[in-house]
């Protein structure tokens, strides 16, 4: 259990290495304006619901032995070039700490926990395949894991959702929301 304990943490650590790496990446204004066309287009009349099912769909690969791993800090990293990108068009965002998205917002930290979940969940499955280890034992706590990640991510789209009501309903904007 210790080891597990340890895994989880160590991965949290790597996905949030790879989501601050992403959004120190130089964005131009091109490459920001064409992302944000493309978010906008992804997040039109998004709702709770739909967040649950894009973050939910990004996190369930992340349990796939091995290839989860590098999904899940591909994810991290895309998710901080996606705060860059943001950034360069609303500069008033410029003096948040990237990382403050993650650890500072509830849904920040439930998409993190199931994040972080899935990629070592992948670690572990993989290393038991490669060790030859049955993978009968594992796959009790991989399904409990699977649900408390679609636990997480359902009340962390909801609060999302919320949350981006609240600032809309403010009448703060922010692109492509």
Same mark, same amino acid.
Request: hydrophobic fraction near 55%; glycine fraction near 10%; avoid cysteine.
């Given at each position: 259990?210790k080891k597990?304990?340890?895994?989880?943490?160590?991965?949290?650590?790597?996905?949030?290495?790879?989501?601050?790496?992403?959004?120190?990446?130089?964005?131009? =204004?091109?490459?920001?304006?064409?992302?944000?066309?493309?978010?906008?287009?992804?997040?039109? =009349? +998004?709702d709770s619901? @739909?967040?649950?099912?894009?973050?939910?769909?990004?996190?369930?690969?992340?349990?796939?032995?091995?290839?989860?791993?590098?999904? @899940?800090?591909?994810?991290?990293?895309?998710?901080?070039?996606?705060?860059?990108?943001?950034?360069?068009?609303? $500069?008033?965002?410029? @003096?948040?700490?990237?990382?403050?998205?993650?650890?500072?917002? $509830?849904?920040?930290?439930?998409?993190?926990?199931?994040?972080?979940?899935?990629?070592?969940?992948?670690?572990?499955?993989?290393?038991?395949?490669?060790?030859?280890?049955?993978?009968? $034992?594992?796959?009790?706590?991989?399904? +409990?894991?699977?649900?408390?990640?679609?636990?997480?991510?359902?009340?962390? @789209?909801?609060?999302?959702?919320?949350?981006?009501?609240?600032?809309?309903?403010?009448?703060?904007?922010?692109?492509g929301i």
């Amino acid at each position: 259990m210790k080891k597990r304990i340890l895994l989880f943490f160590i991965f949290m650590a790597l996905f949030s290495g790879a989501y601050q790496l992403g959004s120190m990446s130089e964005v131009n =204004d091109e490459e920001a304006q064409a992302f944000l066309e493309e978010f906008e287009e992804l997040v039109k =009349d +998004i709702d709770s619901i @739909g967040i649950f099912v894009h973050n939910t769909s990004i996190a369930l690969p992340m349990f796939v032995p091995g290839f989860g791993v590098g999904w @899940g800090l591909f994810s991290a990293w895309s998710t901080g070039y996606a705060f860059a990108s943001i950034v360069a068009v609303t $500069p008033i965002l410029a @003096g948040m700490p990237p990382l403050a998205l993650l650890y500072l917002s $509830p849904f920040g930290i439930m998409e993190l926990v199931a994040y972080s979940l899935g990629t070592s969940r992948s670690y572990i499955l993989i290393h038991a395949i490669v060790k030859k280890n049955p993978l009968y $034992p594992i796959m009790k706590p991989t399904i +409990i894991e699977i649900g408390i990640m679609i636990g997480l991510l359902l009340a962390g @789209g909801f609060l999302e959702f919320y949350m981006i009501s609240l600032v809309q309903e403010s009448g703060f904007e922010l692109p492509g929301i």
